[in-house]
């Protein structure tokens, strides 16, 4: 992100902690539903929502910055199977948001020039070829890596993900090494969707397997690798008591309360509004087209969440930034940087 971006959303979470109203700086919106690819930990593409369209996506984007969201995040299904992704990029851009855009990656050589209208990519790569096609479906590794190679060669800061599974969890070390040689960030998480997003069960690892793996990520972030996840992120997973359950009323060792809502929501497919993507289906959100943004705002910050804290990678980053814990922030900082110094 931007410093002059990070500083100004900086401001406004100080704003809105010392004032005890605290306002969403950051939102995503997922575009769709649909995707070509087959990840066997994925159930998004088999929802049916009625899509926003151009025009209401595009006033959708206006009244957010209009209302003081400094980040946007693209994702869905995918994306780029929209075939105006590019209008909608360029119009959160021409509204001044710093834009993030997740992606498995197939479309990019066919759609290299949105490279140059986003700020940051995020490209799925679970591990080397026999685990990225366990993991999603066979040929889609050659798709991610040949997205890989062509992000890698831009100015878009890139990063990738990985959904640590039984068929990857013993490739941390491969993905650490591909990010050294192409110049990308990576970042981890666990299985974490809830039943309506994802599947879990038959591709989680063990406890014991997860907490062995994340304590080799941090390992290999105090030595100075490249991983985007910060030491206290690692942290909250390894001490994570269920990996089977996603979500927990117990906030986090390094913030008091859950600031989903308050200071970052998620747009659904339909334009309702949620605190993040693990409480869609819990009730039916307020919907932004209908009320307009303000006002669906508004009422979400009325409801009351049902956690305080979830095993979710983004979710555990967020809180700890709005949480200001500056260990983190150090972290982002410099891992923001990283490709201004590449």
């Known amino acids: 992100m931007k410093f002059s971006i990070m500083a100004k959303a900086g401001a406004a979470v100080l704003k809105g902690r010392l004032s005890g109203s605290p306002t969403p700086i950051f939102a995503t919106i997922a575009t769709n539903n649909a995707c070509q690819s087959h990840c066997r930990y994925c159930k998004i593409p088999a929802r049916h929502q009625p899509e926003l369209s151009t025009q209401q996506i595009k006033k959708l984007i206006k009244e957010m910055a209009t209302y003081g969201i400094q980040r946007l995040g693209i994702w869905g299904g995918e994306p780029l199977l929209r075939p105006d992704i590019e209008e909608i990029v360029s119009c959160a851009q021409e509204n001044g948001l710093y834009t993030t855009l997740d992606t498995n990656g197939y479309l990019i050589p066919q759609k290299s020039k949105l490279l140059e209208k986003l700020d940051h990519l995020i490209i799925s790569l679970d591990g080397p070829e026999e685990a990225h096609d366990a993991n999603r479906e066979p040929g889609s590794y050659a798709k991610a890596a040949a997205a890989i190679e062509i992000a890698s060669q831009s100015k878009v800061a890139l990063w990738t993900i990985t959904v640590l599974t039984v068929n990857n969890i013993y490739k941390v070390d491969w993905i650490l090494e591909t990010a050294e040689k192409y110049g990308f960030i990576p970042t981890f998480q666990v299985l974490h969707h809830s039943e309506h997003f ?43 008591k269920d990996y089977s359950h996603n979500t927990s009323s117990e906030s986090g060792s390094a913030w008091k309360q859950c600031w989903a809502g308050k200071f970052y929501l998620n747009i659904d497919a339909d334009g309702c509004l949620y605190p993040c993507s693990l409480l869609i289906g819990e009730q039916r959100g307020p919907n932004a087209i209908e009320l307009g943004f303000a006002e669906a705002v508004k009422q979400l910050s009325q409801k009351s969440l ?29 891992a923001m940087g990283h490709r201004l110094r590449s």
């Open 198 to 240: 994802g599947v879990n069960n038959p591709l989680r690892p063990s406890d014991e397997e997860y907490r062995e793996c994340l304590l080799h990520l941090k390992e290999a972030k105090l030595k100075g690798r490249r991983i985007g996840n910060s030491i206290q992120c690692l942290d909250h997973l390894i001490n994570w």
């Open 306 to 334: 049902p956690c305080q804290s979830c095993s979710a990678t983004c979710f555990t980053e967020y809180n700890l930034l709005f949480s200001l814990n500056h260990r983190t922030i150090l972290q982002w900082v410099i």
